[in-house]
């Protein structure tokens, strides 16, 4: 009797799936799966791939940027000189929309701030936008 049922080819299939789960029983509880070999990757250049928030050339001397998707407004005062800041307002929490005149503006009640340090310049807001730091690397500007 050589013949193969469908039982017998149900059973068999049943068999080998059980085989196939308790073999990867052992990555169980209190049995760590092992590490995948990490990615190549150049540590230089990811890092300032990561964190650039802006290249050099668009924040303007005497200007500045907004980044409101990343709450920040860099400014360049002077030449070579980067400066960042929040950019939400301290006056009522709305985002400021433009460098201008040497002062980051706020639209909702007209608070202004002083690009070099973003200390209150005019309009209602009484406490400076919080500095973040950044640094320039090559053509990058890097939110620390």
């Known amino acids: 009797m050589n ?21 990867c029983a052992g990555y169980g509880a209190g049995t760590p799966a092992p590490a995948p070999a990490p990615a190549p990757k150049n540590e230089a250049a990811g890092a300032a791939a990561v964190k650039a928030v802006a290249a050099v050339g668009d924040v303007p001397v005497g200007g500045g940027v907004v980044l409101a998707d ?26 400021v929309n433009e460098v201008k005149g040497g002062t980051i503006n706020c639209p909702c009640h007209g608070s202004k701030f002083a690009m070099a340090d973003g200390s209150p310049a005019a ?10 730091k950044v640094t320039v690397q090559g053509s990058s500007i890097i939110l620390a």
């Not at 013949?3 to 073999?23: P, Q």
């Open 3 to 23: 013949e193969l049922t469908r039982r017998s080819a149900i059973v068999g299939g049943c068999l080998a799936c059980a085989a196939a789960v308790s073999s």
């Open 123 to 132: 309009g209602p807001a009484k406490r400076a936008l919080p500095e973040k």
């Open 70 to 95: 990343k709450d920040v407004v860099i400014t360049q005062p002077a030449a070579g000189t980067f400066k960042a800041f929040s950019a939400t307002c301290t006056h009522q929490g709305c985002t």
